[in-house]
């Protein structure tokens, strides 16, 4: 008999699962860059900014010159 045990342990249910972790991580990245522009609106710095919402200061400073052009 074909146990759900079986499906999880194939090549094409672990691609599919990869997949999906990757994409639910871009979707988080993609929320955490939003807030970016936000917290500028009130004056927090780039440093600031990158400390709250755990990202590298490199990646805030790149939204911001992106969001302000």
Known sequence: MFLVRDIRETRVYQ???????????ARYLQERLRTVAK???YNITPEQ????????????LKELATTSS
């Open 39 to 41: 917290f500028a609106a």
């Open 49 to 60: 900014i990158a400390d709250i919402l755990d990202l590298d200061l490199e990646l805030v």
């Open 15 to 25: 691609e599919a699962k990869e997949e999906a972790i990757e994409e639910e991580r």
